[in-house]
C-alpha cells in the first residue's frame, strides 16, 4: 500500500548573494515555459530535482556549477521549504512536467545558500541557460516560491551576521570604500546609519586595515581603500 | 515517465535537548521491531512520516506532541539529512514499511531541534510509545541516522551558542549554582574551564543575578543560586 505522503519529489535551490557597492543582488537563471500555448519568459533560481543517489550537498554543488558555472562556492544548507501551496501554480507544475519528464506531486526544495563576490564570472555549463545578477530590492514574480526563499536567505544572513559581522566580508570586494561597507550594513540590518558615526566606529576596528589607495576617475572626493584582516577580527574574539 | 527520484519519502525528526545539570541530554522513545522472527528493541528521535498536505513545521510540532505530550516547544528547522545511505538498515527498511505500510525507497527527514528545561513532563499521547531523556554522551546505536542528527543538533547548538550564548539559558533551570553553568559551558564547548576563572568571569555579567537562596541537603557547602536575566542581556549588547 502507498501512501499519499509517497508523491513527494525532491530538488535543491541555490541563493547565491552579492553586492555591488549598493545592493544586495542575488543569482538568477532565465526561464522559458509555456502555458496555455503561449510561451512565457520569467526567472527562478538555480535549481533542480536531484538525481538517484546523489548526496543533497553534491546536487546543489552540480547544479550551481551546471546552471551558472560557479565552482568552490561555500554552499550551506539553510532551510527546507515544503509547503504544499509551493507548486500551485500551473506555469511551475507545467514547466517542471516538460523538463524533467515527470508527473509532480508535491515538491519540498532544500534551501543553499552562498556569499560571493560579485566579480565573479558566471557561465552556466548547460546550453541555452542564462544566469544574472538581480537586485534583491527589485525582484519580480519568480518561479515557485522563489521570492519567499530568497526573503529567508536575506533573513538567515541578518540572523548570522548580526551575531557574527565578520560573514559580510564575504560580500565585500577585496578592497572597498567606507561608504561601500556601510552601504552593506545599511541592506543587510535594514536600516539608515549616521555616516560620521559609521566612519569613527569602522577606523577603531584593528581588523580593518587602511591602504595607500584610493578611488579613481570619480567625480566626488577619491575615497580611501581598506581590506578586512581575518586573523586581527580573530584575535579580537574569545 | 516517472523518474527514479519520485520515489522519495520525507519524514521530520526532532532532536530535544535538555540538561540535567551534568550533562546534556536527548529526547528518545522506544522502538520494537521485528527482524528475521526476531522482535528487537531499540530507540529513536521522536518523527514521522508527513501527512499529505502538512506544512513541515506543523508535522514537527504534531509529531513532538503525539510522541512526547510536549507541547508550545520552539521547534526550529536546522538541516535536512538526505543522503542515500540512511535507510540501508533492514531493520530501519521493515519497521518503516510494517508501521507506515508503503514501500520504501530514499527518504529524506527535515531535522527539528528544540531545547528545553529538562523538568517538563513527558507523557507521549500515543498508546504504547515510551518517551526518555537519555545523556548524549552515552548514545546506542539509534534507528536510521539519529545517532548523526543528534551530532549534527549538537554541533549546530555549539556554533550558535558561540556566536550567543545567551540561548543556553533555555536548557537551565530557572536557577542555578556556578557549577551547573559551568558544567553546562564544558559540555556544550567540549573544554574543562578553570573554576575560579570561570566564577570570577559570571559574577561580572550584569545579567547573571544571584539569589537570597541556596541549594539545600547538599553535603558540600550550599551554593547560591543564580537567574538569568533577558532583559540586562539585550541591553548589553547592540
Redesign the interface.
Known sequence: ??????????SVDCTVLGFDGERLEVLLIRRTGVEGGEEFHDMKLPGS????????DDAARRVLTELTGLKNVPLT?F??F???DRTKDPRDIHWLEAT????VG?T?T?GYMALVKIGRSIMGDMEGTEALWVPVDKLPPLAFDHNQIIAEAVKMLRT?AS??PSMLYALMPRKFTVTQLRNLYEVVFGARLDPANFYKKMVQMPYIVPLEEREKGVAHRAARYYRFDKNTYNKTRI
Chains 1, 2 share one sequence.
Do not use: C, F, N, W
Open positions: 500500500m502507498e501512501t499519499e505522503s509517497a508523491k513527494i519529489h525532491l530535482v536531484i538525481v538517484d543517489g546523489e548526496e543533497l544548507q532551510h527546507a515544503g509547503s504544499p524533467q519528464q515527470m508527473h508535491r519540498v532544500i548570522l551575531m557574527d
